[in-house]
C-alpha cells in the first residue's frame, strides 16, 4: 500500500513556472513507478510525465516535452515535476500516480496505476 499527498498548485501567469511535489508514504515496492497525470475541466485524465523509481528513463508526453520535467529524491519518497514556460492550456488539476509496475509502452495509461493522490491545482493566466 501507498499513499500519494501532491503539493505545490498554485496560479501563476504563462510563461512562468511552478514545481509540484509529491510525498509518497508507503512500501517502496508500490511505488516503484511514478507518474504525473493531469485532467482539465470538460477533458479526460491525461499522462504528463513517469520514471521508474531508481532508473534513469523518462517518459513525457509531446505536449510538456522540453518544458516539464519529472525527478525523484531520497529514493523515490518525494517525486517532483517542475514546470516551465507554463502555457494556459497546461491549466489542470495535477494528480500523483504510483504502481508496482508499468510496462514501458503503458508508462503515461492511467489504467496502469492503482494509487493515486487528491490533485492539486494549477492555474496558467494568460
Known amino acids: 500500500q501507498v499513499q500519494l499527498v501532491e503539493s505545490g498548485g498554485g496560479s501563476v501567469q504563462a510563461g512562468g513556472s511552478l514545481r509540484l511535489s509529491c510525498a509518497v508514504f508507503g512500501d517502496t515496492y508500490s511505488s516503484s513507478v511514478m507518474a504525473w497525470f493531469r485532467q482539465a475541466p470538460g477533458k479526460e485524465r491525461e499522462g504528463v510525465a513517469a520514471?521508474?523509481?531508481?532508473?534513469?528513463?523518462?517518459y513525457y508526453a509531446d505536449s510538456v516535452k522540453g518544458r516539464f520535467t519529472i525527478s525523484e529524491e531520497n529514493a523515490g519518497s518525494t517525486v517532483y515535476l517542475q514546470m516551465n514556460s507554463l502555457k494556459p492550456e497546461d491549466t489542470a488539476m495535477y494528480y500523483c500516480?504510483?504502481?508496482?509496475?508499468?510496462?514501458?509502452?503503458?508508462?503515461?495509461?492511467?489504467?496502469?496505476?492503482?494509487?493515486w493522490g487528491q490533485g492539486t491545482q494549477v492555474t496558467v493566466s494568460s
Open positions: 500516480a504510483a504502481d508496482p509496475y508499468v510496462p514501458a509502452s503503458a508508462m503515461l495509461e492511467q489504467s496502469e496505476y492503482n494509487y
Open positions: 520514471l521508474y523509481s531508481g532508473g534513469t528513463s523518462t
